[in-house]
T-cell receptor
Framework: GQQVMQIPQYQHVQEGEDFTTYCNSS?????IQWYKQRPGGHPVFLIQ?????EVKKQKRLTFQFGEAKKNSSLHITATQTTDVGTYFC?????????????FGQGTILTVHP | KAGVTQTPRYLIKTRGQQVTLSCSPI?????VSWYQQTPGQGLQFLFE???????NKGNFPGRFSGRQFSNSRSEMNVSTLELGDSALYLC?????????????FGPGTRLLVL
């Protein structure tokens, strides 16, 4: 079945440093979604990428979807303590996949002030 | 618009018992998906309901079941609880559950099985 791998598993940064997490799927994705989960919280939708090579920005966050639609990345510029949490990528598996997302294992980001 | 609500938020049960969790989707959303989140396995899809019908199911044993009501509210049931069922159970709602839609997660029910 479809597998979505995310690296790194953990990332510790000093406040102000940049951060990047990478997501790779074993199959081509129709779209990829990114979620953030704060400690003790639930996943919150950040963004969806649909087109090959698509790049989207949200303030300090930059999201990219690979040309082959099998990989994606999230880059945070100048991290802040409010960026702490786990970042997940997720994609729908192929075929009839109502409501189902396959999630990566997530990257846990710690920001030291 | 109110978000996805889940009740109860916390639950402690013992092995062998059964549990029912409830999820109310965002108003107007008709698709409800359930996920199990554990530190070891991450987020895993349980099942999805739309118009009271289960349309999709993950790889979980038959002890895990669910249903959806005509008002789109959904419940999931876990029978004969095992220690490994301790997890955060999340439901997510969507308009119709299509792959291009965004899913909105509820706060989850944290289940501890002793």
């Amino acid at each position: 079945g479809q597998q979505v791998m995310q690296i790194p598993q953990y990332q510790h940064v000093q406040e102000g440093e940049d951060f990047t997490t990478y997501c790779n799927s074993s199959t081509t994705l129709s779209n990829i979604q990114w979620y953030k989960q704060r400690p003790g919280g639930h996943p919150v939708f950040l963004i969806q990428l649909v087109k090959s090579g698509e790049v989207k920005k949200q303030k300090r966050l930059t999201f990219q979807f690979g040309e082959a639609k099998k990989n994606s990345s999230l880059h945070i510029t100048a991290t802040q303590t409010t960026d702490v949490g786990t970042y997940f990528c997720a994609g729908p598996p192929g075929g009839t996949s109502y409501g189902k997302l396959t999630f990566g294992q997530g990257t846990i980001l710690t920001v030291h002030p | 618009k109110a978000g996805v609500t889940q009740t109860p938020r916390y639950l402690i049960k013992t092995r062998g018992q059964q549990v029912t969790l409830s999820c109310s989707p965002i108003s107007g959303h008709r698709s409800v998906s359930w996920y199990q989140q554990t530190p070891g396995q991450g987020l895993q899809f349980l099942f999805e309901y739309f118009s009271e019908t289960q349309r999709n199911k993950g790889n979980f044993p038959g002890r895990f079941s669910g249903r959806q009501f005509s008002n789109s509210r959904s419940e999931m049931n876990v029978s004969t609880l095992e220690l490994g069922d301790s997890a955060l159970y999340l439901c997510a709602s969507g308009l119709a559950g299509y792959f291009e839609e965004t899913q909105y997660f509820g706060p989850g029910t944290r289940l501890l099985v002793l």
